[in-house]
């Protein structure tokens, strides 16, 4: 069993910053991404960013070069920092962990509130 404990977000300023991070907890397998999906209301889930156990980093489209995201493997930690934040980011933020070779493991968290006002 695998817990993911997501903290940060609340509402923020159009052009501010903020910073989301989870803690995984349990059993943890070996190789797995971790990272941040939103979905804002009306739109499906998708990709903000995500790490991989080595370090590799993947970004939205949407918030390219305004996102930075790390993880400390260690305390199972990751943490995403995003700046000029526009309303359009508003939606409801979830922590991600996945493990994409077998034995495959997909888990999220409960969901973390962003709201951006103009």
């Known amino acids: 069993q695998v817990q993911l404990v997501e903290s940060g977000g609340g509402l923020v300023e159009a052009g501010g910053s903020l910073r989301l991070s989870c803690a995984a907890s349990g059993r943890i397998p070996g190789a797995a991404d971790m990272g941040w999906y939103r979905q804002s209301r009306g739109k499906e889930r998708e990709l903000v960013a995500t790490v991989s156990s080595g370090g590799t980093t993947s970004y939205g489209d949407s918030v390219q070069g305004r996102c930075t995201i790390s993880r400390d493997n260690a305390k199972n930690t990751v943490t995403m920092e995003m700046n000029s934040l526009k309303p359009e980011d508003t939606g409801v933020y979830y922590c991600?962990?996945?493990?994409?070779?077998?034995?495959?493991?997909?888990?999220w968290g409960q969901g973390t509130q962003v709201t951006v006002s103009s």
């Open positions: 991600r962990l996945r493990r994409k070779i077998t034995p495959l493991f997909n888990t």
